[in-house]
């Protein structure tokens, strides 16, 4: 009997869920129930306030990804996804499922704005945030974000992303990425992502929202609660 | 200066508005309605099964009179087979069966031809919606010194990859489509007029939720909507099986023939587009070749009042606060 739930255990899939540096546990907890009633054995990575720069949370993120077993699918949204798509070429994961990442610029005025912000010792995205009169962690993320803190390191590195993008080199991505993004959403938006995703070599593009019959266009924070986008992570993640 | 200058021409109040069949060189006929003005030439082109009406609904949603009573030269025109335009001078019905490449080269360099000669203007402004953009690619690729000061491409898409599921979906069906010579898509818009909501949420794909009124709605099912010819379903069904916006008969990739446009265009693109998504607009403005071009998306985190869709740039209740200054500020820049 132990000989049976150990082999099923081995052969149920792995994932390491990323927290993206400043939101909660809790934002991804949906996402990690889905998985987890899937029978997927899931392991959280969370990065905290107090680690210094990118790299330095790209280094966290590899040494994660080494104390697993290797055949871990990474999941993980937005900037975390960006941060999983840094660590592609160290880690040894078998593939990455990736919600809305960062891949370029914030376009707009509300980028331009956003990146000329002011970051003090750390940034907590719980502080209200307002633009032109507007909440922006609401016209950005949707719903009311579960909000943590982040290394001023690591934010001021992220407000250069709005202005420059990224650093990345995603033609030199060796793992199949899975990439889910919405019509509705303004931060990690269809006019950056979309283009700029067709350098990963091996990449699965989906599109969230009213074309593809679901309920609604979803904004960034949304896809993470939305449950046509969570069953399509959960079918992303225990394909062989 | 400039708009000093315009606003004193509209002063003197708006002059009538005439119209006028313009003759194709392949026996076609568009048609053009002329709302005269002092200031900048404008020329004015709707998109796919849509017609001179989209700019021009009515009192309250109309870019077209808004131009006018800023004392912009205003030429608002029908593409063959689309408003006044599906019967000729004579009073004939047009054959149907036209591509896209007969739109932008046939219909577009007749018009700007007729514009030109009627105002003496060295260079026209040209703002397109949707097919009417595309229509300007399969121009501007056979034309790559035109007689254009400035564009605006709003909500037109070029790049094809990537489908969604509906786009997909609308890309097949117009291959099938394309078998009749027309559409009949104005009955259809006559019932649509008369039921509250579509059936597969189809208003929502057209427009956004809450964007236009309910009136204006109706109005635009009953006056707006204009047959689609098999020509150019036929030519959007290659689209799908291309992945790209190509000649009709495949042997040009529009997207690649643009390099050497030099016409300063500004791009719009609404975040609730779900006709054109702001990727696929996207890939219009990044193949073009002029230095001076602009890519921007109307929504509510652009500083819009809301998420525009396909035909909210003309005919939402916000519209002449969230998008026709935009225009209007691109056409200034490039006298």
Redesign the interface.
Known sequence: MLFFVATALAASPHALVIVTPGMGRDAFQPLVSELERASVQVRVQEFGCGLGGVGAHVDALVAELQRGDGDEVVVAHGYGATLALLAAERGPQRREVLLAPVLGPL????GAWLAEQPVGQALDLREPLRW?G?DVWG??VGAEPDGSCVSAAAAREAAGWMRAGPPLHLDQVRVPVWLGVS??D??S???V???AS?ALPDRE?V?F?????DRA?FRHGELLVAPEVLRAVRRAVVRP | MIGALLLLAALGGAAEPSAAWVPIADGASAWVEHLPGDGPVVVLCHGISSNHRFWDLDEAHSFARWLQARGYDVWNMDLRGHGPARRDEAGHRQRAGWTIDDYGQGDLPAVFAYVRAETGAAKLNFVAHSLGGMAFAAYLAQEPEPPIASAVIVASPLDFRDPDRVTGLALRGARVASVAPFVPTPLGGRVAARLQHLPLRLDERLSAPGRMTPTSRRAMYRTVVSPMSSGELRQLGLAARAGDFTSADGAVTYREALGQVQVPMLFLAGRADHVASPDRVWGYFDAVGSPDKRFAVIGEAEGASGDYGHIDFALAEHAAADVFPLITAWIQEHP
Do not use: H, I, K, M
């Open positions: 376009p707009g005025p509300l032109q507007r016209l950005l019509a509705g303004a931060l938006p269809v006019e992502v979309v283009p067709r593009l599109r929202g009213l074309n593809r019959f266009d």
